[in-house]
């Protein structure tokens, strides 16, 4: 039987386990990364999903009907939510989608 104490060794491990379970846990973690019109959401959701970034639309029903419900002046309603470690592959595809779009202009 190892003395835990005196090697160190169970330091060690749980650092080595709990913070490889935090990591998972903050990668899981469901964020929004953006908020807009409800057509735009819904081409930014396509957008991310054929790049393989699994994607939930918040408030996709009601950012339609009557947005002023959701959103405070019924501004960008509709919101879409994403794993967090997606995070920075999504920014870029949505920085891509908003200057196509200034570009159409």
Do not use: C
Request: net charge negative.
């Amino acid at each position: 039987m190892i003395d835990f104490d005196k090697t160190g060794e169970a330091n060690f491990l749980n650092r080595l386990l709990f913070d490889d379970m935090t990591t998972k846990q903050n990668d899981l973690d469901l964020i929004v990364i953006y908020s807009g019109s409800p057509i735009d959401s819904e081409i930014i959701k396509d957008i991310l999903t054929e790049n393989g970034i699994a994607v939930n639309i918040k408030n996709e029903l009601m950012g339609t009907i009557a947005p002023w419900h959701v959103s405070a002046g019924g501004i960008n309603p509709v919101e879409i939510v994403i794993f967090a470690k997606d995070k920075e592959q999504a920014l870029r595809l949505i920085k891509e989608f908003n200057k196509g779009q200034r570009a159409d202009l």
